[in-house]
């Protein structure tokens, strides 16, 4: 056995029993402290179980609550009204279908792929837009790279 082989089964060994004396704690009431949140991502749409020792939470991970802030501070910069949306909600609004050209958004993909969901402001940030679910709107990340900050210039429809 080489010697990163040997150190990786150790770390892994040592991650199994601190996992086990976390769960042992926990089934004696030893640990708990702090909010339990369930529920629907609000960036990602996954389920999800968090333990928090602060607040409740709408978001599976720490980086999908990062992702999140970014996209509203953006738009905040911008000069946009707003506030934090769920694109889950907005997706599922539009039964993930595409505004742009009326095709389904591969639930799956993720950007850079063509057919990948993404969100689109209808009147574009740059234009006066602003970041609120009224006008966010469900497309793909093609039609929407296309569509740029146009209002009424584009659309893949014939």
Not at 77 to 95: K, L, M, P, Y
Not at 120 to 139: C, F, I, K, M, Q
Request: charged fraction near 30%; charge should be positive; glycine fraction near 8%.
């Amino acid at each position: 056995m080489t010697k990163s082989a040997y150190r990786a089964r150790e770390r892994a060994k040592t991650r199994r029993r601190r996992a086990q004396r976390k769960l042992d704690e926990a089934a004696a009431g030893k640990r708990g402290a702090g909010l339990w949140s369930a529920g629907r991502c609000a960036r990602c749409g996954d389920q999800f179980t968090r333990h928090s020792t602060t607040a409740p939470t709408a978001f599976c991970s720490r980086r999908c609550r990062v992702r999140s802030g970014a996209s509203l501070r953006r738009a905040l910069r911008a000069g946009a009204e707003g506030h934090t949306v769920s694109r889950w909600r907005i997706h599922e609004r539009d039964n993930w279908t595409c505004h742009i050209c009326g095709d389904p958004v591969d639930r799956d993909a993720t950007v850079p792929d063509l057919g990948a969901p993404v969100l689109d402001h209808v009147t574009p940030v740059a234009r006066g837009g602003s970041h609120t679910e009224g006008n966010l709107r469900t497309a793909h990340f093609y039609c929407n790279s296309v569509k740029r900050d146009l209002i009424d210039g584009w659309s893949a429809v014939a």
